[in-house]
């Protein structure tokens, strides 16, 4: 079985700077990368991370990412992680049926965007299909937007995206909304924002350049029809990954695996880091700042560990 001191699980922003830290405090440590880069992998442009005035690319940024981890001596393997679990204070890692040991662990998994599935969605993704507004809103500037969704992501990103477009449409499958209260007034105070009832996409319609409307059904009549819009936000939750991990570690109903600010988990040497984990802001910046803290905190644990101390 090969030994590790620390084992990170996750190759986005997160994994990587977790990797960075335990590489640089010369830490023996293996990143298991899953898809490379992560969801800031794929995405076009990143205007809103420090150090990058200009923007860039997500797949350039996380190459930098990798390549400065790497720089350091993290050691890389792809392969999806199937489970973990704890023995006598040592973390296993199972990834097709061989094992991984090591003293520390650094969840870094990440999360994923529920989809609606319909016709258009994948294809048009990046392309005027998208499912982070901070992320994207400003690519669509006086144009038409559609938001799917009811809930408060739903709702307050449409806020946020009327800034932008033309006139956001906010699609929703039922009469009412599920988002806080603050924020429906919010919304309904706001004259850019058009509420389309009792409604779900049918199709996200589009051509050579991108995303041209949306052909959306009203659930009541099964009236169709064509909304003309150049972006399509989908707020119909977010799944975070972490169902490999079973009961191993604290998580919220929805999943998220809960953290002190220390970004442990309720297992000693367990860390948690990034969109995978219970907080405020989902973006690269607070990825990058809870693994740099994870990261510290494991070599804390293992220094313990390795002084006798009680961990
Ligand atoms: C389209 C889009 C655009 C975005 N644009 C921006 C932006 O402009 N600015 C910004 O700050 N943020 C943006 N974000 C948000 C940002 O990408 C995320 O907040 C950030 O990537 C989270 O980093 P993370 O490392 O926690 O997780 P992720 O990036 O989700 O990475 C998780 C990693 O874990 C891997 N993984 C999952 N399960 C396993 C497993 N069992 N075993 C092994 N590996 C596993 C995944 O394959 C992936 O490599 C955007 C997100 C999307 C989807």
Redesign the pocket.
């Known amino acids: 079985m090969e030994k590790y001191d620390a084992i990170i699980?996750?190759?986005?922003?997160?994994?990587y700077t977790a990797g960075i830290y335990l590489a640089r405090a010369a830490r023996n440590v293996l990143l298991?990368?899953?898809?490379?880069?992560?969801?800031?992998g794929?995405?076009d442009?990143?205007?809103?991370?420090p150090g990058f005035p200009e923007g860039i690319s997500?797949a350039d940024l996380m190459e930098k990412f990798k390549h400065q981890a790497v720089k350091f001596g993290l050691k890389i393997k792809d392969?999806?992680?199937d489970s973990v679990e704890v023995r006598e204070g040592k973390k296993i890692v199972k990834v097709r049926e061989q094992e991984y040991v090591a003293d520390a662990l650094v969840i870094?998994?990440?999360?994923d965007?529920n989809k609606l599935g319909v016709p258009g969605e994948e294809e048009y993704r990046?392309r005027g299909v998208?499912?982070?507004a901070?992320?994207?809103g400003a690519f669509f500037k006086n144009v038409p937007i559609v938001v799917v969704g009811g809930g408060d992501s739903a709702v307050k990103e449409a806020v946020y995206l009327t800034q932008f477009g033309s006139k956001v449409y906010i699609v929703h499958r039922r009469d009412k909304l599920r988002a806080e209260k603050a924020n429906q007034e919010m919304a309904f105070k706001n004259e850019k924002i058009e509420f389309v009832w009792n409604s779900v996409v049918e199709e996200i319609i589009g051509d050579k350049l991108g995303v041209t409307g949306v052909r959306i059904r009203n659930v009541k009549t099964g009236e169709t029809k064509v909304i003309d819009a150049e972006g399509v936000f989908i707020y119909v939750g977010v799944t975070p990954?972490t169902a490999?991990l079973g009961d191993l570690v604290e998580k919220d109903e929805k999943g998220y695996i809960i953290t002190n600010e220390n970004m442990e988990t309720n297992i000693p040497g367990i860390y948690a880091?990034?969109?995978?984990r219970k907080k405020l802001l989902?973006?690269?910046?607070?990825?990058v700042g809870d693994a740099a803290t994870a990261a510290w905190a494991a070599e804390e644990y293992l220094e313990r560990l390795e002084a006798g101390q009680e961990v």
């Open positions: 699980i996750g190759g986005g922003p997160a994994g298991f990368e899953g898809v490379p880069g992560g969801q800031a794929t995405t442009l990143i205007e809103n991370y997500g392969g999806m992680v870094a998994t990440g999360a965007a990046g998208s499912y982070c901070t992320c994207d990954n490999f880091a990034g969109d995978c989902y973006q690269v910046a607070t990825a």
